[in-house]
């Protein structure tokens, strides 16, 4: 798992799914992304690529907000392998309203924003995924994302007034996201 922006391996629901995952046997890695403050895309490719090890057809990752953007820019470098799946949560390729959170924040999102992912490499080697995303995520672009994801072969999922799917929007437990999650892992 993947964390959003200013999160941890602690945040959010996290641990909840962690522990949901644990008690249906399987192996998982809630990482803890460096400098989340102020997140950048080759500490966090280069991080995911240490910790993944061997990327295979058994390998499926969960995603939030710039977590998933994460996960897109690491599959996007793999060759000759394949992961299981994933699910974003709260994905984007672009946001809306950041010039209201001053210009650090802009400064931040800017090149994750800015530099492309080759969706049809990352298309290649993601076997399935889902986007479960929220008709009132503060950070908009709704179907600018959508149609992002769409170009993946990514199941939508728009779940309605869910915000950005934090602790803060009531995401302390996401029993939809288990519940993707499973069908996704075939269980």
């Known amino acids: 798992m993947v964390h959003r922006w200013e999160g941890g ?9 962690r522990a949901e995952l644990e ?17 950048k895309i080759e500490e966090w490719v280069e991080y995911l690529e240490a910790k993944v090890g061997a990327l295979d057809e058994n ?5 939030h907000s710039i977590g998933c953007q994460a996960i897109l820019r690491y599959l996007e470098r793999q060759d000759n392998s394949k992961a299981g799946g994933a699910i974003f949560v709260a994905g984007w390729f672009n ?3 950041l010039e209201e959170e001053g210009e650090e924040v802009v400064a931040v999102a800017k090149p994750w924003i800015e530099t492309p992912i080759d969706l049809k490499k990352v298309r290649s080697i993601l076997l399935q995924s889902i986007l479960l995303i929220s008709s009132n995520d503060p950070y908009g672009a709704l179907e600018e994302n959508k149609k992002n994801f769409s170009e993946l072969g990514t199941k939508i999922v728009q779940v309605e007034n869910a915000g950005h799917f934090c602790k803060e929007d009531g995401y ?12 996704v892992l075939g269980r």
């Not at 390998?59 to 995603?63: D, E, I, K, L, S």
């Not at 302390?172 to 499973?182: A, D, S, W």
């Open 9 to 17: 391996a602690a945040t959010d629901w996290y641990p909840w799914l």
């Open 23 to 39: 008690r249906l046997n399987y192996e998982v890695d809630v990482l803890d992304m460096p400098n989340s403050k102020e997140p």
């Open 59 to 63: 390998t499926y990752f969960v995603g």
């Open 95 to 97: 946001l809306e309203g």
């Open 172 to 183: 302390k437990e996401f029993p939809l996201l288990l519940e993707e999650l499973k069908a």
